[in-house]
């Protein structure tokens, strides 16, 4: 029973939380955002990875041993993860110019690269944790700050210094403050679900093992 | 027993899903931009939704007496959710007459108008909204749309002299 309510209830309701806190803009009016294009592609390539690690055991979600509701309720824990892995990535990004591109590329790249290196559930859990913190002081932090209107005289000048060396590209829209409690708690909540997610274990990987072993040995 | 405890949780879990995605995806599609409205908005998917008569009145009655400022404000309290096609059309017939000039109309209120009349069409059955109100010239919404429209249009009628003796509506 525990299984079926962390499947039924907690993950699916954690991934579509993500979602939706995650797509909230507070600018001069609010918005919701769904994911775009190209962030479903990077989820899918997170997904992915999760799967690689053994952060996701698919196997313990969908089965021929499940009974057809238990393997509904994976494949929509699955479609969850994948809609909220594209909103927290989404939520990295930064909303125009170059700083968007780059970011894109940036995690396009890094997550290609975490799949070639193929890590195991805890390393991709705290590379993970290390990449959106990163991401997240960039936007929210250091991009904002260059972005907001400058109280200072001094700062006023270096803003518009900036602004004419990188002929716009580099500042953005400038966020409402409790944009960045929600990114972060978005970001939280990711990896709190991505953690709650059913894992292969060592146990279960020998049972997979021992499994493909009886089946290959019947054949001969 | 444990079957069917796992079975019922499972299903029930389903139904909260489908729920909890029905319900961010209306979110997308409407874009709430207040409390109001995402509560307003649910409660009107139901039928549950109703208009603030009391403030609707005061409403009405600001917009007779040509104060059309006190009259959105009173109109948006009566509709805090945007979900009345009447009283949006009220809003925008606001908008007309405040813009109105004999010389020229204010582009920035008829473009509120002609926003609060695109919503009174939108939510108004089969888009056909007639307003009973032997006090309006102007008593559906395609009539007040084209007026709003014309209003902004840029044209040679704008220099005939005789627009100056144009009555509001």
């Known amino acids: 029973v525990t299984i079926a309510v962390r499947e039924a209830f907690v993950l699916p309701a954690a991934f579509l939380t993500v979602l939706l806190l995650g797509s909230v803009r507070i600018a001069q009016s609010t918005t919701l955002m769904p994911p775009s294009a190209f962030a479903l592609v990077l989820g899918l390539l997170l997904v992915r990875i999760a799967v690689q690690s053994g952060t996701l055991a698919p196997d313990r979600l969908l089965a021929e041993s499940r009974s057809a509701l238990a393997n509904v309720n994976g494949a929509v824990v699955l479609l969850a993860l994948w809609l909220a892995a594209a909103q927290t990535l989404a939520v990295l990004i930064p909303e125009s110019g170059l700083p968007r591109i780059v970011f894109g590329v940036f995690l396009l790249i890094l997550l290609i690269n975490t799949a070639a290196a193929a890590p195991d559930r805890i390393r991709l859990l705290r590379s993970l944790a290390v990449t ?16 907001a209107p400058g109280t200072s005289g001094l700062k006023r000048v270096l803003q518009t210094l900036l602004e004419g060396l990188t002929l716009g590209a580099l500042l953005q829209p400038v966020s409402h403050a409790a944009a960045s409690y929600l990114a972060l708690l978005t970001l939280v909540l990711f990896l709190v679900a991505l953690f709650l997610l059913p894992a292969r274990t060592i146990e279960r990987t020998g049972v997979l093992v021992k499994q493909r072993i009886d089946t290959s040995l019947e054949r001969r | 027993v444990d079957e069917r405890t796992d079975q019922l949780t499972r299903l ?22 207040t409390v109001a409205q995402i509560t307003g908005g649910l409660a009107a998917t139901i039928g549950a939704y109703r208009v603030d008569d009391q403030a609707f009145a005061d409403g009405l009655r600001f917009f007779r007496a040509d104060q059309f400022v006190e009259a959105r404000m009173a109109f948006a309290r009566a509709d805090p959710a945007i979900r009345d096609a009447n009283t949006q059309f009220y809003i925008a017939y606001s908008y007309y007459r405040q813009g109105w000039g004999r010389l020229y109309h204010d582009d920035a209120l008829y473009a509120e108008g002609l926003s609060a009349i695109d919503r009174a069409l939108i939510l108004a059955p089969d888009g056909r909204l007639v307003v009973d109100d032997d006090n309006l010239q102007i008593r559906t919404g395609e009539e007040l749309k084209a007026e709003l429209e014309a209003g902004r249009r840029r044209d040679s009628s704008d220099f005939n002299p005789m627009r100056v003796f144009r009555e509001r509506k």
Not at chain 1, 132 to 147: A, C, I, N, P, W
């Open chain 1, 132 to 147: 959106f913190g990163t991401l997240f002081l960039l936007k929210f932090v250091v991009l904002r700050e260059l972005s």
């Open chain 2, 12 to 33: 029930g879990g389903l139904a909260f899903t489908v729920a909890y995605a029905a319900f961010i995806g209306w979110l997308f599609a409407r874009q709430p931009q």
